[in-house]
């Protein structure tokens, strides 16, 4: 099994900073591509970034405030947000291809989630 867990969600006033991580683990021969996702209240799940070995990708919305990065000898992906907004604030889902020993299919797993809350 894979287990992804994230960390470093909080409450912040607007303006602020946060960096997210979500550590990889278990049986995993090969992690694709990862991404951060969130959700709020009410709302669908939407996504924010995502890194391939490709290059990253971003929603226009945390365009120039988000920089999504990865360690690949950690198996660790990482969400720095800068100048949050009130409008940032969501629950913050990590997602990951993950190719598994002897499968030719890679395989999504998704993360626990952290809450980010961003004040005016």
């Known amino acids: 099994q894979v287990q992804l867990v994230e960390s470093g969600g909080g409450s912040v006033q607007a303006g602020g900073s946060l960096r997210l991580s979500c550590a990889a683990s278990?049986?995993?021969?090969?992690?694709?591509?990862m991404g951060w996702y969130r959700q709020a209240p009410g709302k669908q799940r939407d996504l924010v970034a995502t890194i391939t070995d490709s290059g990253t990708s971003y929603a226009d919305s945390v365009k120039g405030r988000f920089t999504i990065s990865r360690d690949n000898a950690k198996n660790t992906l990482y969400l720095q947000m800068n100048s949050l907004k009130p409008e940032d604030t969501a629950v913050y889902y990590c997602?990951?291809?993950?190719?598994?020993?002897?499968?030719?299919?890679?395989?999504?797993?998704w993360g626990q989630g952290t809450q980010v809350t961003v004040s005016s």
């Open positions: 997602g990951a291809t993950v190719l598994l020993p002897g499968s030719r299919l890679y395989t999504d797993y």
């Open positions: 278990g049986n995993i021969f090969s992690l694709n591509a």
